[in-house]
């Protein structure tokens, strides 16, 4: 936006609209815009209709837009948050570069965007989906990075019903939250290098990949598994672990989580049965935050229990490392579910 604009365009349109930059403009399809889009008259002070969808913009009008957007008049209807959200979630980075949007409304996209991508990897868990998710994932860690308390907000919109994608977001994102509290000095000091921080993320967000090779009327039986099922599923951890390679994801934080997060620290959890310190700490991270996630949707075999019930029980159960659980606790406190 340039200064002249700055002055001219009231601050209290952004309650209702959204202002364009040329990037979002850009992604568009240029004759025929996803949303209507509005113009901010100058002259009368007054924001007017520019486009409808479903119209078509003609080639004099596609210039005059992006000279009008250089201007900072161009706007969309906050109405249209579904639409403009799935917009950018199929191109994430675009949440980097765009001022004007809400922290609220970023973490709508990253969720939106990263349930998409799970999706689509989990569907087809081969190089060149993975590198996608990989994509947006640094689009998440580039946010973080810049603050990583911005991760409050996700972490207000976990998922509330079961999917195997769905439940991959809510353990990345929570895993990532329940990091950072009990990480912060190491943020503050900067002794975490961005490589730890982006292949930890990718790790916790991965973590059940080897879900996709169990049959799906195994992982979403209704009634409790027979002890040939239960070995089955069991198996999920190693299987992931063994996917790593071809997907070109070996290294050391990502295949802890994928590996571990069924390692208990009584050494009763599995395929190792590690116990205590054996076990890493992004292991043991992943691991309580797995089962807190698991407890808190509801599954095809149980009801889902609400978060601060889920974190008074997970923080009593000595299974768990009780620094992870007790920051669960914490965190737990903090949001209404
Ligand atoms: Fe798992
Ligand atoms: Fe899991």
Redesign the pocket.
């Known amino acids: 936006m340039n200064a002249k604009a700055k002055m001219a365009v009231p601050e209290s349109l952004n309650e209702e609209f959204y202002q364009i930059s040329a990037d979002i403009i850009q992604s568009f399809n240029k004759f025929r815009p996803p949303l209507d889009i509005f113009v901010f008259k100058e002259e009368v002070g007054r924001i007017a209709p520019y486009y409808k969808v479903g119209e078509r913009l003609s080639k004099e009008q596609i210039e005059e837009l992006s000279g009008l957007v250089k201007e900072g008049l161009i706007f969309v209807s906050r109405a249209d948050h579904v639409v403009y959200v799935k917009h950018i979630a199929y191109q994430l980075d675009l949440v980097l570069v765009d001022r004007n949007l809400k922290e609220s409304e970023i973490a709508d996209i990253f969720l939106e965007a990263l349930t998409m991508r799970m999706e689509e990897f989990l569907d087809q868990p081969i190089p060149v989906v993975k590198q996608k998710l990989w994509e947006d994932l640094m689009v998440l860690t580039e946010y973080l990075w810049g603050d990583v308390y911005r991760i409050k907000a996700l972490a207000k919109r976990l998922h509330k019903e079961h999917s195997l994608a769905k439940h991959s977001v809510n353990c990345g994102v929570l895993g990532l939250t329940i990091f950072i509290r009990m990480k912060f000095d190491a943020f503050a000091n900067k002794d975490i290098t961005r490589n730890h921080f982006n292949r930890l993320t990718v790790g916790l967000f991965i ?2 990949l080897g ?1 996709t090779k169990i049959p799906a009327f195994i992982r979403e039986k209704p009634k409790p598994l027979t002890t040939d099922e239960r070995t089955k599923i069991n198996k ?2 190693s299987l992931g672990y063994e996917m790593l390679s071809k997907l070109d994801l070996k290294y050391k934080e990502i295949e802890a989580c994928v590996i571990e ?2 390692e208990r620290v009584d050494g009763k959890g599995y395929p190792q049965k590690k116990k205590d310190k054996e076990i890493t700490q992004i292991g043991r991270i992943c691991g309580a935050v ?1 089962s807190f996630c698991s407890m808190i949707t509801k599954r095809p075999y149980a009801e889902a229990i609400n978060i601060e019930k889920a974190a008074g029980s997970i923080s009593q159960d000595a299974k768990y490392d009780s620094e992870v659980t007790r920051h669960i606790l914490a965190w737990a406190m903090t949001v209404k579910s």
């Open positions: 973590h059940d879900m999920h951890s997060h069924h797995d």
